[in-house]
Structures are given as structure tokens and as C-alpha cells.
């Protein structure tokens, strides 16, 4: 079963302590989620897409561990925590929209739990525009 195909979680996000201020500037999923894009401080690669509520957010911004939102799961998880490949964050920006989170991070270890540098490893073919002429 892939993500996709999860169900909606029947998340109820905790009371948070996340500034109210940046919780303003949010646009979260019906789930009470954000997107959040993670990528690698020194080399600008895009390591893994993952969810984040207000919690996960708040807690991500004063421990310096990312912190996310398992929807399979449908608990916490601090990246490393079980497979030892922590992510220290150096920043998280928000986008224009508020819809999503860019979280640059100094990556110990494989950042997929497939145990690859990324989850972004299978590129797809995309067609040349100059051939469809």
C-alpha cells in the first residue's frame, strides 16, 4: 500500500505551543497538516517529503530535531530516534502560500527508510518537447 493510498487520518492535532504567530501564517491539509519539504544544508539536495502539524512544527523549532507527523502511523516521529540517521535542522522557512515548509537539515545518515542518500532516487522519463513537434 503506498501513501497514496493510506486513508485520511482521523488526526486531531495536540494544544500547541507553536508561536501564534507562525501558526497564523499556516494553511494546513483538512488534516491539519503541512507539507514539509526536507533538504540537505551543505549540498541543497531534496532528501524527503514529510507532514508536520502545529506540534511537530513547534517541536522541530526548539529542539533542532525534525520532528514530523507519521500518517500510517498516526503518531510522532523524530527523524533518527529508531534508525539512527538524525536530521539537525539549521532552518525552516514557509512559502508564499503557508502550504508548505522547507526544512534544510545537516543529514546523519540515509535520509529514505530505504536506506538510499534520499527518497528522491527513481527518475522518471520525461519527453523532449523538441520530439513532440
Not at 494546513?28 to 514529510?50: C, I, K, S, W, Y
Not at 530535531?65 to 516521529?77: G, K, V
Not at 529508531?82 to 532552518?91: A, F, I, K, P
Request: glycine residues 6%; proline residues 7%.
Amino acid at each position: 500500500m503506498s501513501a497514496t493510498d493510506l486513508p485520511a487520518p482521523d488526526h486531531e492535532p495536540e494544544p500547541s505551543a507553536l508561536d501564534p504567530a507562525i501558526a497564523a501564517r499556516l494553511r494546513r491539509d483538512p488534516n491539519g497538516l503541512v507539507a514539509a519539504v526536507v533538504r540537505e544544508h551543505t549540498t541543497g539536495d531534496v532528501l524527503m517529503l514529510a507532514w508536520m502539524d502545529d506540534e511537530a512544527l513547534h517541536r522541530t523549532l526548539t529542539t533542532r530535531r525534525a520532528t514530523y507527523w507519521s500518517r500510517s502511523r498516526q503518531e510522532y516521529w523524530v527523524k533518527g530516534a529508531t534508525s539512527g540517521h538524525h536530521q539537525y535542522v539549521r532552518s525552516v522557512a514557509v512559502d508564499c502560500d503557508g502550504d508548505a515548509l522547507l526544512v534544510t537539515v545537516e543529514q546523519a545518515g540515509a535520509a529514505c527508510h530505504t536506506g538510499t542518500p534520499t527518497c528522491f532516487s527513481t527518475e522518471l522519463p520525461v519527453s523532449d518537447p523538441a520530439e513532440d513537434s
